[in-house]
């Protein structure tokens, strides 16, 4: 019984709705889903949401962490460490925070050219981004036209340069440095994120494919590789008069709200199988069988 207590407790916070995260449809209207947005504040737009994701990281900084005991005994290890740790995800704020001062403190060293080039490199992506504190080396500077990427992606509407976040508009630029790989994320909140790492060169040169989150009409639509977490707590917009969740409203028949607790229980159990047995799957949901 302390077993079942113990589980059940565990695995319920994992099913509740939470915060309503809000998707928009690809054929639906961008300026139509922003005035829903206005008048529903409670609730939490995709892009939002996704973002809010890339800005917490604590793996990437306990590892991260770690690294500034082995830099003194071997700061050329730490650097291959650490370009290796920023292309696997956006480098999040307490993540640049440390490697601006790691690498200030390691171009203050006597090393190799070739190393003094990365660390700098490092410095000057950090540092330039973060806006924080003097400028201890110099950093040569580009300017990334955000606008240029929208002109050649439309559907975007934000762009993550690490966990910096970048709103969209006709002269959208970004100072970054010169010729240095960064973490980019184009987000929408009609599609899944794209990531690039690289340097914004680099990122113009690329043919990106972007997937749509949703697809079809209020009667039927397909969810295209939603995680759990988004299936449970999406509101999938078509148009102000038409929006459709993922699962039935427990109000809808009163068998839910009389059995809910052990819905939760049994659907927290099946979650895990549910995912791996939906990965690179559609969903496609018949609203006509809900009404």
Request: with cysteine; proline share 4%; aromatic share 10%.
């Amino acid at each position: 019984m302390k077993n079942f207590i113990f589980i059940t407790l565990m695995i319920l916070p994992l099913v509740s709705w939470g915060q309503t995260i809000l998707i928009r449809s690809a054929g639906a209207s961008e300026a139509s889903f922003k005035e829903f947005l206005l008048k529903h504040p409670q609730s939490l737009e995709f892009m939002v949401y996704q973002a809010s994701r890339v800005q917490n990281n604590s793996d990437q900084e306990t590892r991260l962490f770690k690294l500034g005991d082995s830099f003194l005994q071997n700061p050329s290890m730490t650097l291959n460490q650490i370009k290796s740790l920023q292309t696997e995800a956006p480098l999040t704020l307490l993540s640049l925070r440390f490697i601006r001062d790691l690498s200030g403190k390691a171009l203050m060293r006597e090393i190799p050219t070739q190393e003094r080039r990365e660390w700098l490199y490092l410095y000057c992506k950090s540092r330039i981004l973060l806006k924080e504190g003097p400028e201890l080396f110099a950093c040569p500077t580009e300017v990334a036209s955000l606008s240029a990427l929208k002109k050649k992606y439309p559907v975007i509407e934000k762009v993550l340069v690490e966990s910096f976040t970048w709103e969209l508009h006709e002269n959208s630029e970004v100072v970054i440095s010169k010729q240095t790989p960064y973490q980019w994320t184009l987000l929408s909140n009609a599609h899944h994120p794209v990531s690039f790492f690289g340097t914004y060169e680099q990122l113009l040169n690329q043919q990106l494919v972007f997937e749509n989150l949703v697809e079809g009409s209020c009667d039927e639509f397909s969810l295209r590789n939603l995680d759990f977490e988004l299936t449970a707590r999406g509101l999938f917009y078509f148009s102000d008069s038409c929006t459709r969740r993922a699962q039935p409203s427990p109000e809808k028949s009163s068998w839910m709200s009389d059995k809910k607790t052990w819905m939760y229980v049994a659907g927290a159990v099946l979650a895990g199988g549910l995912l791996y047995s939906m990965k690179d799957k559609t969903l496609v949901i018949d609203t006509s069988a809900l009404k």
